[in-house]
């Protein structure tokens, strides 16, 4: 890893992939063993961060709100607080860790080949994926959702299988997490170069003399401003690739010239080609949650446990005081107002003033508040989409984006379905242990909405409509994707429609997100789309 100020002003690769995140690492890695190939990353590393590192200070990197954060967050103007990654590694720097292949007619429907798709999951596992210690909180959900019929009960496992099963975890035993970064490990260091703190600005494009424009290069700056220029090497296979995540990359090919044409002529950007469906399609999968005072004492968990419902709903439990949080934190872990995980902020009052407000609200609350954990439901899918635009041409700031949350009806009867199920999981014998027997589940659902779960108005009947519930505490768990989706802006080997010699390949290219935690799959297409790629180029060498 270099600082892209030590870049020089002009470069030439066979492949310039864009994003350093969970799909371009392993691409770029595989890549670099027959091709020359820059990775462009707009963070820094990962690497000797405890923030990002260590399970116990899981939260703390989406708290940070500071211009050199691995994370930087945003706000759909659907009122939900959310984050984006900056930083090598991408996501997998900054979530809970859970690993879980997608469903086996997910890879049929999408059309990958399946043993291909085996062999890329195991390369990633090799690096990354771990089988989790299970303490009391996490065996207690799982034995509930045992008890109450999720079942069967599929022990540990990477696959996706209904019923309820203990999955994979990218901390390992001793707590330390491994990320995406980590699959660099298996790169030719003779064929990679790997920038940090490099922010491209556009896709530089040749049109003259061309059928249709075809990409040539790149123009990134360095923290110092400085501007650079990558360009392809000439060859019929070299390619830029776009890995900057689902809203990294619709808004870049925005800012390169390719998007609505009305949408673009308003920023002043000049066109290349009229693709009014980037930035379409954009979905997050709504997570709510149910906050759980425990009368003892529990583990610091993420993710381990997941109930695949029949009705398209997982269930997944978090715990420990990282969650809860200290009352001496400010920040309040994950339900802390600055990550927008658990006070009531309309969303014209988005100030630093409101959320310290929000902060003091909660070092008001008892102590015992905060010792517990949670249960979520994700839902499948989801159904329901929206759209992203430009607020400008810096592709520093965050685009606005909408997601939508339960348009469809039948992403709210999942959800409906899902907390049901959640109440009926806390009230198993199994989990009798860590609830208070005098705490209704109305009035567990009432403390997770006095906190500042996101900036959307409350309702009055919040806790006495399950629907309402779910419209009112929506969260992400940051699976959103979409906004270059396949067969709208690419092609199913993920070329950029209309153009030559530019790919996307991350999650934004999903219709739906895959299996019940999708960065296995998403880490598991860069490896996978390397492979397709080179065996690509080596079959045209030869020829």
């Not at 899918?381 to 997601?403: A, C, I, Q, W, Y």
Request: charge should be neutral; hydrophobic fraction near 40%.
């Amino acid at each position: 890893m270099r600082d892209a100020t030590s870049a020089p002003p002009v470069s030439y690769y066979d492949y310039i992939v864009i994003g350093g995140g969970t799909a371009g690492c392993p691409l770029a890695a595989t890549l670099s063993h027959n091709a020359s190939v820059l990775l462009l990353e707009r963070g820094g590393s990962p690497y000797g961060n405890r923030n990002i590192t260590d399970l116990e200070a899981f939260g703390a990197a989406l708290s940070d709100l500071s211009p050199s954060s691995p994370s930087q967050r945003f706000i759909s103007e659907d009122g939900v607080i959310n984050a984006r990654a900056r930083v090598l590694g991408g996501g997998s720097c900054l979530n809970a860790g859970f690993y879980t292949r997608a469903a086996p007619e997910y890879v049929r429907n999408v059309g990958w080949d399946g043993k291909l798709v085996n062999e890329s999951y195991a390369w990633v596992e090799r690096l990354v994926a771990f089988q989790p210690k299970m303490r009391q909180w996490q065996t207690a959900v799982r034995d509930g959702l045992l008890e109450i019929g999720i079942v069967p009960d599929n022990g540990f496992t990477y696959d996706h299988i209904p019923g309820t099963k203990v999955g994979g975890s990218i901390f390992d035993e001793s707590g330390q997490r491994h990320t995406a970064a980590d699959l660099l490990e298996y790169a030719n260091p003779r064929g990679i170069a790997v920038l940090l703190h490099a922010y491209v600005h556009r896709i530089l494009f040749k049109r003259r003399g061309t059928v249709r424009p075809v990409a040539r290069g790149v123009v990134f700056r360095d923290s110092a401003g400085a501007k650079h220029r990558a360009y392809l090497r000439r060859g019929p296979r070299n390619e830029v690739i776009v890995s900057a995540g689902a809203l990294g990359s619709p808004q870049l090919l925005m800012l390169s010239g390719l998007g609505p044409k009305a949408h673009l002529q308003a920023h002043n950007i000049s066109l290349v080609l009229d693709q009014p469906m980037v930035g379409q399609g954009m979905s997050d999968n709504p997570m709510n949650a149910v906050f759980i005072p425990s009368p003892k004492p529990v583990e610091v968990s993420l993710i381990q446990v997941v109930g695949i419902t029949q009705f398209g709903s997982f269930i997944e439990a978090a715990s420990g005081e990282n969650f809860g949080g200290s009352v001496s934190s400010k920040d309040y872990g994950m339900f802390s107002p600055k990550i927008g995980q658990l006070a009531t902020v309309p969303p014209k009052q988005r100030t630093p003033e409101a959320l310290a407000k929000a902060i003091e609200d909660m070092k008001s609350l008892d102590s015992s508040a905060f010792q517990g954990g949670f249960i979520l439901e994700k839902i499948t899918g989801p159904l329901s989409t929206g759209h992203m635009e430009l607020r400008s041409r810096n592709p520093k700031d965050n685009p606005s984006v909408t997601f939508n949350y339960f348009q469809d009806p039948d992403d709210l009867r999942k959800c409906v379905e899902g907390i049901l199920t959640i109440e009926r999981v806390i009230d198993s014998k199994a989990f009798a242990a860590f609830k208070y027997d005098s705490m209704t589940f109305e009035s567990l659902l009432n403390l997770t909405l006095s906190a500042p779960v996101n900036l959307r108005p409350r309702h009055q009947n919040t806790t006495t409509s399950v629907e309402q519930f779910c419209r009112d505490s929506v969260m992400t768990i940051w699976h959103y994707h979409g906004g270059c989706q396949v067969g709208m802006v690419v092609d199913r080997e993920y070329r950029v429609l209309g153009v030559d010699a530019l790919r996307v390949i991350d999650g934004s290219t999903f219709n739906h997100s895959p299996g019940t935690n999708p960065q296995a799959t998403v880490m598991m297409l860069g490896r996978y789309m390397g492979v397709k790629i080179l065996s690509e180029r080596l079959a045209s060498e030869a020829a």
